[in-house]
C-alpha cells in the first residue's frame, strides 16, 4: 500500500534505516534524565552533585558543539554519526557495569557525562545535515517532522519507563539499555548508503573552517538575528520551567497540577509533530516567528495566575507551536545554506539554544526575588512575544519564501548562486533554491 505524502521520506531506504536508528536511540536516552538523578543519590551524591553531573554534560555539549560541527563538515556525516554512537554506547555501557558493580563515584558519573555530551555535539549537526544527502528537496520538511515527532513521543514515554525500570531493577539496567540502544544505532547507521555525497569544502586549516561557519551566518544578518530571537525566546521560556512549579506550590495545585501542566504540553508536542508532516507555510520565517509570539501564552497565565485547566491549555498550544516551528526552521536552514556548511550552522542554532536556556534557569529566581512573581513573568512573556513581532520588519525575513515546487529560497535569488563565506554582505543574500545537485548549492 503507498504511503501517504507525510511519510514519504520513508519510503527511502537510507532515511528509514536513520529514522529507526534515531528511533532508537532516542528512547534509550529519554531512560537516562531520571535514572541518572536517582543512580547519583544511590551511590552517595547530594542534589549538589546532580546539578554538577548535568552542568558537566551540558558544558560539554555546548564547547564541542563548533567543533562537531566543523569536522561533520570536512568528513562523512554518516561516519561522524557512526562515532558518535560508539563512543555514546561505550560511555553508558561503562557506566552501567560500575553501578552493578557498586563502583560508581560521582566524578565518574561527571566524566562519563562529560564524554558523552561532547559526543552528542558530534551527532547533533551532522544528523541534521545528513538529511539532504538522503530526501529530495521537497521531502525535507516531513523528513525533519518525522525525526522531531519521535523525539516528541519519546521524551513523554521514557519517563515513564525509566519509572518502571527503577521500580523492578537498578539504575543500571536503564545505562545498559542506552548503551544498547547507540550500539543499534550504529548497527543501522553504519548500512546506511547516501543517495548522494554533498559536497564538501575545500580543506582548510581548522580555526579557518571553523571562522567560515560563522562568516555564513554573519553575512545573512536577518539570519543571524532571527537566530539571537530564537535565543532570547529559550532564555525567557525557561523562566516558565523554573517558576511554574514555585507558582502552582503556593496554593494552586502543587506537584499534581505542575504534572498536569507537563503531560498536556507533552501531548502539545507530539501535535505540532504531526502537524509539522503537512504544514508548510508560503513564507516560512515570518509563519514561525508570528506562531512564536503564542510562546507568551504559559508565562502570562501564570502570573495571575489562570485556572489550571486555561494554564494547560495554553502549554499545550505553546508546545505545539514550538515543536511545529522547530522543524519548519531546520527545513529552511537545510536550504538557505550550501550543504557543504550545513553543520556548522546548525551547530551554531543549537549552541545558541544551549547556552540561552541554563542562562534563563540560573537568572529565574533571583529576578523574581528582586522583581516579584507577576512582574517577572509578565517580563518574560514580554521578553518572548516582541523580538518576534519586530523580527517580521526585516525584508531580508520576509523575502525567505517557499517555491511552487516546495524548495524554500530567497525572493528574486532563484537560480543565482550562494556568496562565499567571505564575500561582503549583501544586504538581500542569494542562494540556489532548486533541488540541491552533486555540486552543493
Not at 494547560?312 to 522547530?326: D, H, K, R, Y
Amino acid at each position: 500500500m503507498p504511503l501517504p505524502k507525510s511519510l514519504s521520506p520513508l519510503r527511502e531506504r537510507p532515511y528509514r534505516l536513520l529514522w529507526t536508528a534515531r528511533s532508537i536511540s532516542a528512547m534509550g536516552n529519554a531512560l537516562i534524565p531520571v535514572t541518572a538523578v536517582f543512580a547519583i543519590l544511590r551511590s552517595g551524591g547530594s542534589a549538589l552533585d546532580v546539578g554538577t553531573v548535568l552542568t558537566c554534560q551540558a558544558v560539554g555539549q555546548v564547547v564541542m558543539l563548533p567543533v562537531g560541527g566543523v569536522w561533520a563538515d570536512r568528513l562523512s556525516r554518516k561516519l561522524v554519526l557512526m562515532a558518535a554512537d560508539a563512543i555514546q554506547a561505550v560511555c553508558y555501557g561503562l557506566l552501567a557495569v560500575m553501578i552493578f558493580l557498586d563502583q560508581a563515584a560521582v566524578w565518574q558519573f561527571a566524566v562519563t557525562y562529560t564524554i558523552a555530551g561532547m559526543a552528542f555535539a558530534f551527532f547533533t549537526p551532522a544528523s541534521r545535515a545528513v538529511l539532504p544527502e538522503l530526501v529530495g528537496a521537497e521531502h525535507l520538511q516531513p523528513a525533519n517532522a518525522l525525526l522531531g515527532l519521535t523525539d516528541s513521543t519519546t521524551k513523554v514515554l521514557g519517563p515513564a519507563l525509566a519509572a518502571l525500570l527503577l521500580a523492578i531493577s537498578s539504575p543500571g539496567t536503564a545505562m545498559l539499555i542506552n548503551s544498547i540502544s547507540f550500539l543499534l544505532s550504529f548497527a543501522l547507521i553504519s548500512r546506511m548508503h547516501l543517495r548522494r555525497q554533498a559536497q564538501r569544502s575545500q580543506k582548510q586549516h581548522f580555526f579557518a573552517d571553523l571562522r567560515d561557519g560563522w562568516l555564513v551566518v554573519a553575512q545573512r544578518r536577518w539570519y543571524l538575528a532571527n537566530l539571537l530571537c530564537w535565543g532570547v525566546w529559550n532564555f525567557a521560556i525557561a523562566f516558565f520551567f523554573v517558576l511554574g512549579p514555585v507558582v502552582m506550590q503556593n496554593g494552586h495545585g502543587g506537584a499534581t497540577a505542575w504534572s498536569v501542566i507537563m503531560i498536556t504540553g507533552a501531548v502539545g508536542s507530539i501535535a505540532g509533530g504531526l502537524a509539522a508532516l503537512h504544514y508548510r507555510p508560503r513564507r516560512p520565517l515570518v509563519a514561525t516567528n508570528a506562531a512564536g509570539v503564542i510562546g507568551f501564552a504559559p508565562l502570562a497565565l501564570l502570573a495571575p495566575p489562570a485556572p489550571l485547566f486555561a494554564i494547560a491549555l495554553g502549554v499545550a498550544v505553546a508546545f505545539a507551536m514550538t515543536s511545529l516551528v522547530g522543524e519548519v526552521l531546520a527545513t529552511t536552514q537545510q536550504q538557505l545554506f550550501p550543504e557543504e556548511m550545513l553543520a556548522r550552522v546548525s551547530s551554531l542554532d543549537w549552541m545558541i539554544s544551549l547556552i540561552a536556556m541554563p542562562a534563563g534557569y540560573a537568572a529565574a529566581a533571583p529576578v523574581a526575588q528582586f522583581l516579584g512573581m507577576r512582574t517577572t513573568l509578565l517580563a518574560a512573556a514580554a521578553l518572548i512575544g516582541t523580538p518576534c513581532l519586530l523580527l517580521n520588519l526585516l525584508p531580508g525575513v520576509r523575502s525567505v519564501q517557499r517555491f511552487p515546487d516546495g524548495t524554500i529560497g530567497i525572493t528574486g535569488a532563484r537560480n543565482t548562486d550562494a556568496p562565499l563565506p567571505g564575500a561582503p554582505f549583501a544586504p538581500s543574500p542569494t542562494v540556489s533554491t532548486g533541488t540541491p545537485g552533486p555540486s552543493g548549492q
